[in-house]
């Protein structure tokens, strides 16, 4: 029943209340230091263990291990379930619980409908162009700019006839259609009048479709040179601009394997470049390219090529993708860059200069690599020390947002070749940075500079991380612990969840059968089915789920720890110090399975690397001629022969 509530309700109820006040009308609070402190009211005890901590709106008793936010504390305390403690809430903070149900299927039947509203919408913008009395001006503008009737149809593009009423007149003929015209955008009211108006008029039409080539809203342009050239629907419940992509679904449906993307301007860019037989370009809406793109983008391709125009701004918009690019760089994906010549974009330069020009300039563009180091070259002197000193810090700091990974490394090696500077000492410098960056939040600040009640051990075979204890209220002074590490994983984890893109393979771990390493495993695919949620929100979603919420003391104890705590937060997660836990664990549990199993776990990969093809020879060796041990030296040996050929075709 809990499900039927949706979950934005659920987060904003919990962003409206205080737990402080929630628990304090039921039980008396004591404020000791940052938190507040009582006996807990789960279990008898003289001494309080109960604390409450108003930064993270969290609750744990150190005595009974309970603990979780608002809503697990009313359904601990008042003994009620899910759906009755966010009424409780509800009625403290004022606001109505949605009628799930009614909700849920009013949200999806009007979603249905807008789709519905807009595919007319778009049939309507087609059949002008073929049928209108003002069409030929239109048509005559489309084969000025080289476009076939063929690559028209495959794109949808449509006309808008002048008139203030075309669609309102053809589309729009009930109430509820132009209430629902009006929601997608289509019409426009006008200000101080209930008259209602098409939004676009006299301009050729683009239809801007999803991954299911549903039709969720329109770009259009002018067929002179009246301002403004273009203009988009406006975002609704099933357009955000943000995070499409026109021409995607097209590419996707002319390609079946893209080996790589080109990202360009405008609407035009894509289409020209379509029609001269290059179909895997695509084209935001108008924003710059954001994280959103570019996840959807590597979902489709491993490489992506930005196309700019050669001028100050198409620079500018470069340096703006290079930033946003390296957060999502992940080994195996690659970007470059491509600067078109003489105030070109591509729909010029292909006409102009054909599309073997236009290929060998794909084929020239600049690794970002490449790019990144002259960018980040400009008005730096590296013949002299300061120059050498500043260019290493500039760098270092945006290195320090690539994931993870090998790609990450070679950037400090190539960084350390050109500066002189050792690469150890580089590392060091991101350390540094991490701990004084305030741009960017910190995962374990402080593991460079680790408290003096305990350490951190970090790149070491031992299987313990040594940390302190929050205090419990009026106890004992804080005590060490031994934290395995995929407790300190978990912990991570908890409280810092961006910290999950960083992690791409989890086979090994679910070789394992240890319920902890289970529960880390699910807690990081939940924070990547559901990237924007905090801590709050992801230990309410759990309570929620009869699945999940058994787990929810487990994870809230970590909460409160004082390693993760702020004490020890220096404003930069210290992604690095996770994932060297993570290999740890990985190794640990990975020299622990049979060599059978070790070897299907490496032939799942793709392509191998150098480690897990010495790896695969060890088990060769080691592996016996009977079965199942023979079925598996022959994909092993299969494989080392591929990865062998592909290897010389590289060369």
Avoid at 371 to 377: A, G, S
Avoid at 503 to 530: A, C, G, T
Wanted: with cysteine.
């Amino acid at each position: 029943m809990s499900g039927l509530i949706p979950q934005h309700f659920i987060d904003d109820l919990l962003s409206r209340i205080d737990i402080v006040d929630i628990i304090g009308t039921r039980i008396k609070l004591k404020k000791t230091g940052k938190n507040y402190s009582a006996c807990c009211p789960f279990h008898d005890e003289k001494t309080p263990s109960f604390s409450v901590a108003q930064d993270k709106q969290f609750y744990y008793c150190f005595g009974c291990s309970k603990g979780g936010s608002a809503l697990n504390f009313i359904m601990e305390f008042d003994k009620i379930d899910f759906v009755a403690a966010i009424e409780v809430l509800s009625a403290i903070a004022g606001v109505q619980v949605p009628s799930a149900k009614l909700s849920l299927k009013n949200d999806d039947e009007k979603r249905k409908s807008l789709y519905s509203t807009l595919k007319q919408c778009d049939n309507f913008y087609r059949l002008q162009l073929r049928t209108h009395k003002y069409s030929a001006k239109a048509t005559s503008y489309l084969k000025r700019r080289g476009l076939s009737g063929q690559i028209a149809a495959k794109y949808g593009i449509g006309f808008a006839p002048p008139g203030w009423d075309n669609l309102l007149l053809n589309v729009g003929l009930d109430t509820q259609t132009k209430g629902l015209l009006n929601e997608s955008g289509m019409i426009v009211k006008k200000r101080d009048e209930s008259k209602l108006y098409d939004r676009f008029r006299n301009r050729i039409i683009f239809p801007i479709r999803d991954n299911r080539g549903r039709t969720i809203g329109f770009g259009a342009r002018v067929m002179d040179d009246s301002k403004p050239k273009y203009i988009n629907s406006p975002e609704t419940p099933i357009f955000v601009k943000g995070r499409e992509l026109y021409g995607l679904y097209e590419a996707r449906r002319e390609l079946r394997n893209m080996p790589k993307l080109l990202l360009v301007e405008g609407y035009f860019d894509v289409i020209a470049l379509a029609q001269h037989d290059i179909n895997n370009a695509v084209a935001t809406l108008g924003t710059s390219i954001s994280k959103h793109h570019l996840e959807k983008i590597f979902r489709n391709t491993s490489e992506i090529v930005f196309c700019f125009d050669g001028d100050i701004a198409g620079r500018a918009a470069a340096v703006r993708a290079l930033d946003t690019t390296l957060t999502e760089l992940h080994d195996g994906l690659t970007a470059r860059f491509l600067f078109l010549p003489g105030g070109h974009d591509p729909d010029s330069l292909i006409r102009d200069r054909g599309k073997k020009f236009f290929m060998n300039l794909i084929e020239s563009s600049l690794p970002l690599s490449e790019f990144f180091f002259n960018q980040m070259m400009n008005e730096i002197d590296l013949n002299s020390a300061d120059g050498k000193a500043k260019f290493s810090k500039k760098c270092a700091s945006h290195i320090n947002k690539i994931p993870h990974g090998v790609f990450k490394h070679l950037m400090l090696e190539e960084l350390a070749q050109r500066t002189g500077v050792p690469t150890d000492d580089l590392k060091y410098l991101i350390s540094e940075n991490n701990r004084n960056n305030s741009e960017y939040d910190s995962a374990i600040g402080g593991l460079m500079d680790p408290p003096s009640t305990g350490t951190f051990v970090n790149n070491s075979t031992k299987t313990t991380y040594e940390t302190t204890q929050l205090e419990a209220p009026n106890q004992k002074p804080k005590r060490k612990l031994k934290l395995s590490p995929i407790h300190y994983l978990t912990g991570l984890l908890i409280n810092y969840p961006n910290l999950s893109q960083h992690v791409h393979d989890v086979s090994i771990l679910q070789q394992s059968e240890n319920n902890e390493i289970d529960i880390f495993v699910r807690l990081l695919n939940f924070i990547k089915n559901h990237p924007d949620y905090s801590t709050c929100q992801i230990l309410a979603y759990w309570t929620s789920d009869l699945e999940l919420k058994k787990d929810v003391d487990y994870l809230t104890s970590f909460t409160l720890d004082d390693m993760y705590s702020a004490s020890y937060d220096t404003k930069r997660r210290n992604a690095d110090e996770f994932c060297d836990a993570f290999d740890h664990v990985s190794k640990e549990l990975f020299s622990a399975l049979p060599r059978v199993q070790q070897a299907k776990v490496i032939l799942n990969r793709d392509p191998l690397g150098e480690g897990d093809v010495k790896q695969l020879y060890k088990i060769l060796f080691e592996l016996s001629d009977e079965y199942p041990e023979k079925d598996i030296k022959k994909d092993i040996k299969h494989k080392l022969v591929t990865t062998k050929k592909m290897g010389n075709k590289t060369k």
